[in-house]
């Protein structure tokens, strides 16, 4: 367990000030305005409140449905999920689920977009996203749900949902509490809940790779934490999710407490989704240590079955 030092970075590397001024701003706007507006009751349960829905809508729809498809859908259960987690404003869904899948594929080696084993804690948990390097959606990753067109829409214009979340809370804020309503709602619904969020969901990559039990032997150096689990809805069984990627839940036994996956259990008995996967007995065995053995980790999930013939 333990954090590499960071290398030298190539110039695309660099930390780029300029771009990334939105991400910092927000990050100064939310200490100020906490500061300036302090929080009633009910601005804090819309903090948690939207905290935990996108949080959702970032779990199911970016990382458990277009990084991994681990279930199936139709066309506009699809959009929904996505256009939920853009209203996280972490760039758009192909732009996340590509840079994921190539974390699957690297995991923890040189080329890792988010490697704290190789880079270091900052360079995982947010420099990464601040660099020149990682800008682009990288589309070849991702051709499967790129065909879509709604999707690469909402993937360049990822603005659209987080605005559209902004003007709903200053609406709805004026509508029940008149100007000091907006102003509540705005800084806590959106924008102190956003900062939050994204550390939440930054986590995962920053600090699921050096803190917690190994309960597989994969190639990378993921781990399983309870306490992120319940930060992430389910994402903290890092290590099962790593050595089995194409499980739609990540808690793969009783005890593993994985939200995210009870509510698309949920959703698959309302008939909104379906072919939920899960991971074979063998995999269960093993992770209980009943059988033993040093199996490879399991390659990137198979993205042969697109929505269309669902
Ligand atoms: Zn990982
Ligand atoms: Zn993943």
Redesign the pocket.
Known sequence: MAYGTTPARTPAERIELLPSLPFILMHVAAVGAAIAFPPSAGDLALLLGLYYFRMWAVVVGFHRYLSHRSFQTSRWFQLALVFLGTTAMQKGGLWWGANHRH?HRY?DQPEDVHSPVQRGFFWSHMGWIMSAKWHATRYGDIKDMAKFPELVFLNEHYFLPPVLLSLALLGGGFALGGVHGAIHAFVWGFVVSTVVLWHGTFT??SL??VFGRRRFKTT?D?RNSAILSLVTLGEGW?NNH?YFPGSMAQGFYWWQIDLAAYTVRGLEKLGLVWNVRAPPERVLKLGRGIVTGEEPQTEAPRFADPIASA
């Open positions: 974390h995991s995962i990559n699921s790779h990378d993921s890092h790593h």
